[in-house]
Nanobody, 123 residues
Framework: QVQLVESGGGLVQPGGSLRLSCAAS????????MGWYRQAPGKQRELVAV???????NFADSVKGRFTISRGTAKNTVYLQMNSLKPEDTAVYYC?????????????????WGQGTQVTVSS
């Protein structure tokens, strides 16, 4: 069984920083991409940042210059460093990974999601 476990959310004042972590575990053959999405109340889930296995990254325009994404040395972890946080960054943040996993009979590629972690930016 494959799972993604997130940590690091919380309450922070505007201008503050938070670091989110996500670790993948299970019968993982390879990880193609890891990233973060967020969903604010009444809004659709949106991409925040993604890092591809080769190391290239992509960010939403709204977070460029403020957020960075990186992989851990074990390569099954991903971090989102969020600086200069704004109230509009308030949302549930979800870790996402596109992975190839081992089943009993074959390799299967699919998207996997964490349970979500709340980030609230408020004074």
């Amino acid at each position: 069984q494959v799972q993604l476990v997130e940590s690091g959310g919380g309450l922070v004042q505007p201008g503050g920083s938070l670091r989110l972590s996500c670790a993948a575990s299970g019968s993982i053959f390879s990880i193609k991409t890891m990233g973060w999405y967020r969903q604010a109340p009444g809004k659709q889930r949106e991409l925040v940042a993604v890092i591809i296995s080769g190391g290239s990254t992509n960010f939403a325009d709204s977070v460029k210059g403020r957020f960075t994404i990186s992989r851990g040395t074990a390569k099954n972890t991903v971090y989102l460093q969020m600086n200069s946080l704004k109230p509009e960054d308030t949302a549930v943040y979800y870790c996402n990974a596109r992975m190839v996993v081992r089943t009993t009979t074959r390799l299967n590629e699919d998207d996997y999601w964490g349970q979500g972690t709340q980030v609230t930016v408020s004074s």
